[in-house]
């Protein structure tokens, strides 16, 4: 059974950073390319990060700069590191592993809100 549990979020000023990790079981973590999504309110869930197995990172532009993912395959963990945080990154954090930019595993995890203010 997959497992994914986010954690880390919180209430940052603007220009704050958090980290944001997500702990997974049940997958083969090693092989899977891993993603960060974010859903804000009265929006669609929007991929902003994601990392292949070979450690390839991709940013959404909204966030290239800012954000930095990584993983760590010993610990089948995947962490985000948010810095220079804007009030439109405002938003439920989740992790999952993707293939070509599409979660692959449902149901999703509890997520971990993220809270920007101005």
């Known amino acids: 059974q997959v497992h994914l549990v986010e954690s880390g979020g919180g209430l940052v000023q603007a220009g704050g950073s958090l980290r944001l990790s997500c702990a997974t079981s049940?997958?083969?973590?090693?092989?899977?390319?891993m993603g960060w999504f974010r859903q804000a309110p009265g929006k669609q869930r929007e991929l902003v990060a994601s990392i292949t197995s070979a450690d390839s990172t991709n940013y959404a532009d909204s966030v290239k700069g800012r954000f930095t993912i990584s993983r760590d395959n010993a610990k089948n963990t995947v962490s985000l590191e948010m810095k220079r945080l804007k009030p439109e990154d405002t938003a439920v954090y989740y992790c999952n592993a993707v293939i070509s930019g599409t979660p692959l595993f449902g149901p999703w995890g509890q997520g971990t809100q993220v809270t920007v203010s101005s």
């Open positions: 049940g997958i083969m973590f090693h092989i899977n390319d």
